[in-house]
């Protein structure tokens, strides 16, 4: 038998491990150790409560047969791993949305079983009620991971934006009293919750899951597309947060930690990513986030005229410069063109231009997306900057080339305290001298508003495809 000191050794190793990794994952260079020390420490965590439940099952006690256990470890990494391998780079939200998901599906799941047979878990006696303590830790645990599990997926139909269904479409969806319902909605749950910590009955425990399950959805309905990002990485807290509760329940130290590091780590990356978009947490759950994607540059399209150049002229500023910034958007992972990219990159290089990419925090549909894009095209980290970095030198650059990114380059953040996005920091590379823009169209960007940086006498537009429109540079320049 596996004693329980060598349990809380191995699971405190893996905590260091967990540690380790987020320490890890805070910057590129140091990124596959990060990886490297994750994986590490979930192989030591599951082989580990493996061992506990074979022991226990020795001693007849606990009704879990290791079998069981490795039937669901068998099912979880064989899709978890297919999952992985098919996903294309324009498709990482929706998979992190979608895992999201599943851990607040995991921790509704343990709890209902943990209220059915508290026994098998070691909670309670047979026949004795579940201590108050537990209760609470099961009420909390099962509403954060309803809420999480409904929220996320929402948040993945929005972010998937092929399904036609209203609620998964990108634009806010709103109507008359919403807070009021939400705020109701909420206050049931809690008086639900404190009825079943009471009574232990499942009719409190039921009601209050199902009105989990609607509020999540009420959450993530009225926010666009343009918070996509702080909303995944706030469903990522919620998830480590519901793990931990049902760690506390289970008396699971392992959970409990990584839970925590989860979700701590997931509320400090919501609070950066809304002071990049100057937006308070608070009135990103609250609201949508401008107007419905297209309705705002719809309307002044028509009477207004862009100037507009081919990939050859695009391709003879960028050679002719000293210096160019690369602006890369959700365009780019769209035409999967950052292998073109660094293509181009490596033939201005060649000519003897300085090549930086700015990368804004928001920019894509999830924070980070842009550097694990520039990473899987292994694009030099040194040529990498954040915005904060590179803020300061778009005055001094002759050449920005901006590729499929709208809000992010926005001079409306600046210069119009009427705008949605007023406040909201940018990549000033509206600073520059002259300023390559490649666009599908003239379609707004997530926050559905028209951007003043295309109509720039500095400004030349190249339409396209992404990735053809970089290989026929990359041509030109040869």
């Known amino acids: ?33 990060g990886n490297a020390f994750g994986m590490a420490g979930m192989a030591i965590a599951v082989l580990t409560t493996a061992a506990l439940i074979a022991s226990l099952a020795a001693d007849g006690k606990t009704g879990i047969g290791l079998g069981w256990v490795l039937l669901g470890l068998l ?29 607040g599906l995991a921790a509704v799941a343990i709890a209902v079983a943990v209220v059915a047979e508290p026994h098998a878990f070691n909670i309670a006696a047979a026949g004795a009620p579940i201590p108050v303590g537990n209760r609470l830790e099961l009420f909390i645990g099962t509403f954060v991971g309803a809420i999480t599990f409904s929220g996320s997926v929402i948040a993945f139909g929005k972010l998937s934006g092929k399904y036609k269904f209203r609620l998964f479409q990108g634009a806010p969806v709103v109507f008359s009293g919403q807070h009021i319902v939400n705020l109701a909605l909420a206050l049931a749950m809690l008086a639900c919750g404190l009825w ?12 209050m899951t199902l009105l989990a399950f609607a509020l999540g959805v009420l959450i993530i309905i ?26 506390f329940s289970l008396n ?9 590091l989860v979700g701590s780590s997931g509320a400090i990356l919501s609070y950066i990513m809304c002071k990049a978009m100057n937006r308070s947490f608070f009135n990103v759950i609250l609201g949508g986030f401008g107007a419905a994607p297209g309705s705002a540059a719809a309307a002044d399209q028509g009477q207004r005229n862009v100037r507009s150049g081919s990939p050859d002229d695009a391709a003879f500023l960028m ?25 181009l990159a490596e033939k201005l290089t060649a000519n ?24 899987e095209a292994e694009v030099p980290y040194d040529q990498v900057f954040e915005m904060d970095d590179i803020n300061s030198e778009f005055s001094q650059t002759d050449v920005v080339l901006v590729l499929g990114a709208n809000d992010v380059v ?55 495809d992404a990735k053809k429109v970089i290989e026929d540079m990359v041509k030109a320049i040869e």
């Open 75 to 103: 099912v979880g990494g064989t899709v978890g791993t297919v999952m992985a391998k098919r996903v294309e780079m324009t498709k990482m939200p929706e998979l992190v949305a979608f895992m999201h998901s599943m851990i």
């Open 319 to 343: 050679s002719n410069a000293e210096s160019v910034t690369i602006v890369p958007g959700y365009g780019l992972a769209v035409a999967r063109a950052q292998h073109a990219l660094k293509e």
């Open 252 to 260: 699971n130290p392992m959970l409990i930690i990584a839970g925590s």
């Open 196 to 207: 079943f910590m009471a009574t232990q009955l499942w009719l409190p425990f039921i009601i």
């Open 352 to 375: 003897g231009v300085v090549v930086k990419y700015a990368i804004h925090p928001v920019a894509g549909r999830m924070p980070g997306h842009m550097n694990v894009l520039l990473a």
């Open 1 to 33: 038998m596996i004693s329980i000191n060598l349990v809380t050794l191995f699971y405190l190793i893996a905590s260091v491990c967990f540690i380790q990794a987020l320490k890890g994952l805070s910057h590129p260079t140091t990124s596959q150790r």
């Open 410 to 464: 926005n001079p409306a953040a600046k210069n119009d305290p009427q705008s949605p996005i007023a406040g909201m920091p940018i990549l000033e590379a509206y600073k520059a001298r002259t300023v390559i823009v490649n666009k599908r169209s003239m379609a707004a960007g997530y926050a559905g508003l028209d951007n003043e940086l295309f109509y720039m006498d500095k400004t030349m537009m190249v339409f396209g």
């Open 222 to 247: 009225p926010i666009g597309g343009a918070d996509m990002p702080v909303v995944v990485s706030m469903l990522n807290s919620y998830s480590g947060w519901a793990a931990a509760g049902i760690g």
